[in-house]
């Protein structure tokens, strides 16, 4: 009878023992299977994540590129006075492109109603850029340049009655004048522009004025 319990005994120890070992079998496959999961998400994301920045490290570079040579259109203005007055100005182009303006500058930003002209001449001179539209360009082409203008900050968006182009895109003593709102010149422009070597005040605010 000892003889046949031992027997059974370790009959039942090797079985369950055999059940562990496939337990632990199946655990590890699971493990492996999740960890292998995980990995291949990782890096799926980071393969990703490297596709956008590098994507965006050549558009950049592109763009910068784009900024370094000359823009076909663009027009330059020289001798340009600086007087603050409290009086309306007549600039030669329109928009005006510098010159004598208010002594406070238009905050930037963008706005769908026309801003004061002596003002926003105040603000290029701070190096911002200002992307004026005809009071009647279609909302498509509106909305395209609100997209251009995003969040940047040292740009004025706004219309311009009487405005001769459809866009005119205008920076201290710089302005082109387009007729396509997505004319890619437009982005170009900014990128050369915005706070670029024809500043007179680099630096100076483009808060702390008046809304329009």
């Not at 926003?120 to 279609?138: C, K, N, P």
Request: proline letters at 6%.
């Amino acid at each position: 009878m000892n003889k046949r319990n031992k027997l059974a005994n370790r009959d039942r120890q090797a079985r369950l023992q055999a059940i562990q070992v496939q337990q632990k079998t199946a655990e590890r496959r699971k493990n492996i299977a999740v960890y292998g999961t995980v990995l291949l998400l990782a890096a799926a994301i980071a393969a990703a994540v490297t596709f956008v920045i590098v994507d965006e490290i050549r558009q950049d570079a592109a763009l910068t590129a784009a900024a370094e040579a000359p823009i076909d259109g663009v027009q330059t203005f020289e001798d340009l006075s600086r007087n603050h007055t409290e009086t309306p100005v007549d600039y030669p182009q329109s928009p005006g492109a510098g010159g004598d303006h208010a002594p406070v500058w238009t905050n930037c930003g963008v706005y769908t109603e026309p801003i004061s002209e002596t003002r926003a001449v105040h603000t290029l001179e701070h190096g911002a850029a200002w992307i004026s539209y005809r009071a009647d360009l279609d909302p498509a082409g509106v909305e395209a340049l609100t997209e251009l203008v995003g969040e940047r900050s040292y740009v004025l968006l706004s219309p311009v009655e009487g405005q001769e182009s459809a866009v005119t895109a205008t920076a201290w003593g710089t302005q082109l004048a387009v007729e396509d709102p997505e004319d890619p010149r437009l982005e170009t422009f900014l990128a050369k522009y915005v706070q670029g070597p024809q500043t007179p005040e680099a630096g100076a605010p483009c808060t702390g004025g008046v809304d329009a």
